[in-house]
């Protein structure tokens, strides 16, 4: 009987197991060890696309344990169901429950127990295997401390280089192909086996490469060409998507913009996750933006409302961590123009001339305006420096030093609230002090209450000023001042990114490839 030459989609596989292209990872020994031992779960987790499922699926065939097979997914509502009543169920044979990390804590409470028990057991007649993100095995072990010694956490991590090359020669081979931008491919793949998969199908599709060849063929694509190529499909998938996570839940189009430098940050972490809280003091920029949607929820909100955005991101607010979890997905976002999907989605601009959009400098007496305008800014997505919430940054600093930069400079714009305890405090004088140059160019905003002795304040009154009337609605005034103070950082953004256009300042380069 003739044989038949493979087929392209089996050998660089989008879906499925791959035959003629798997390829061991670093951690399949350890995992094969674990899966013969009697009574040991089993917890891989990682990014989506390195291939723990592939490599579970081989090493459980490989340890004999495939003739009775349960396959359960946290994302199948049914699945879900009898995840919860597995220890009801036993003898299991061999068991793999796939996302594990959207199963509700008490299903993952349930597993703990189970696993427990199949371990004091030394049980051969159960395996269990549950496959999650990065700090799956974690978030299981919180369940019961005494998990540790009795379940094998295995983490997959990126895959060395070597191995994906590897990956690549085999498919030339079943293929009888040179893939003349396998180097390209390596490197854009960052230790993902599905984007290696990916990019080198597309290669041979564009090269009318559809099977097997007779003759030993070569490939003649640019990878330029290949990626955009792949983009162009993504984009028809993920867009929309992107889209809605990055706007958030409203549009602020002179905000921080903090859901798309989420995604942005993802975009350029190797794990394909990060801790929200911890990016957050990296970018000083972005510090109060980001915190204020995620302590106040917006983000999970944000993540839970859509099932689109659920299909490709996952948000665990416990720990505050923000992961992709579909390979196509995390190779459409880094490879975004950032800077011209920020202008498609709104902003007026995603880089910012200052740390702050504004400063408060007040008399203690004035706290109450102070804290008003400061949670209204940070609702409308805007960066405030507010002495009340630095506290533990200024601590064993040196305050003046700490403090003088950001009325100098660091702010776009100083807010002065002028009331009659203004001229009496040390403190006050000495951030009046730092940025009263700036009063000729426009960049100090007083606000003048009623309550301050007649005359006090003449010289800032004879700028652009509010007149702030203790007597009048205290609400209707800090939202009408919102929408003034909105409308002067809309303003300077607006001019910033005009003159980053004409190559005066700035734009967001997309995210370069990391080794």
């Known amino acids: 009987m003739e044989t038949q030459p493979n087929q392209l989609q089996e050998v660089f596989v989008l879906s499925g197991v791959p035959e003629h292209t798997f390829v061991q990872p670093v951690e399949y020994p350890r995992l094969l060890v674990a899966l013969r031992t009697a009574g040991r779960s089993i917890v891989v987790e990682g990014p989506s696309g390195i291939g723990k ?29 009898f995840i919860k009543d597995l220890p009801n169920q036993l003898p299991l044979g061999t068991v793999l429950i796939d996302d594990f990390h959207r199963l509700s804590d008490g299903a993952k409470r349930s597993i703990a127990d189970l696993m427990k028990t199949l371990a004091d057991e030394s ?87 559809f099977e097997e060849q007779a003759e030993r063929s070569t490939t003649a694509e640019s990878y330029e060409a290949v990626k955009n190529h792949v983009m162009e499909a993504l984009s028809r998938t993920f867009h929309d998507t992107a889209m809605a996570f ?33 990016e957050a003091d990296r970018h000083p920029q972005q510090r109060g933006s980001v915190s204020q949607v995620a302590t106040k929820g917006f983000l999970q909100e944000l993540v839970a409302a859509s099932k689109d955005i659920q299909s490709v991101i996952h948000y665990d607010s416990t720990n505050a961590t923000l992961v992709v979890q579909d390979p196509q997905f995390v190779f459409y976002i880094r490879n975004l123009s950032w800077s011209r999907f920020a202008q498609e989605i709104g902003y007026i601009s995603i880089e910012f001339p200052s740390q702050y959009d504004f400063a408060l400098s007040f008399a203690g007496s004035d706290r109450d305006i102070a804290e008003a305008i400061f949670n209204e800014l940070s609702e409308r997505e805007l960066e405030v420096f507010y002495d009340k919430n630095e506290q533990h940054r200024i601590l064993a600093e040196d305050v003046e030093e700490y403090l003088g930069p950001i009325y100098a400079s660091d702010a776009a714009l100083v807010i002065c609230i002028l009331g009659p305890d203004y001229p009496k405090r040390i403190w006050t004088k000495f951030e009046s002090n730092q940025f009263k140059s700036r009063f000729s160019s426009g960049e100090v905003i007083p606000i003048v209450l009623n309550t301050a002795p007649v005359g006090v304040f003449d010289d800032a009154a004879k700028v652009g000023h509010y007149g702030w009337n203790r007597e009048r609605d205290f609400g209707e005034q800090v939202q009408e001042l919102a929408e003034l103070l909105v409308g002067k950082c809309r303003e300077i953004r607006a001019r910033h990114a005009n003159d980053a256009e004409s190559g005066k300042g700035r734009c967001l380069a997309r995210p370069p490839h990391t080794t």
């Not at 280089?161 to 990956?167: A, G, P, S, V």
Request: a positive charge.
């Open 53 to 81: 499922t592939t490599a579970v699926m081989k090493a459980i065939s490989e340890a004999g344990l495939d003739e009775k097979i349960i396959l359960l997914s946290g994302r199948k509502s049914d699945d879900v169901a």
């Open 123 to 209: 049980a051969a007649h159960s395996k269990l295997v549950v496959l999650g993100i990065t700090n799956a095995g974690q978030s299981l072990l919180a369940f019961g401390k005494d998990l540790a010694n009795r379940i094998e956490v295995i983490p997959f991590e990126a895959n060395p280089q070597f191995k994906i090359e590897q990956l690549l020669r085999q498919g030339e081979a079943a293929l009888n192909v040179d893939i003349n931008i396998v180097d390209e491919i390596s490197k854009a793949a960052q230790g993902s086996f599905y984007i290696a998969q990916m990019l080198a199908y597309h290669t041979c599709l564009r090269s009318n490469i």
């Open 246 to 278: 990055a706007r958030g839940s409203k549009l602020r189009r002179e905000g921080r913009a903090p859901y798309l430098h989420l995604l942005y940050w993802v975009s350029l972490s190797n794990s394909w996750s990060i801790n929200v809280h911890r």
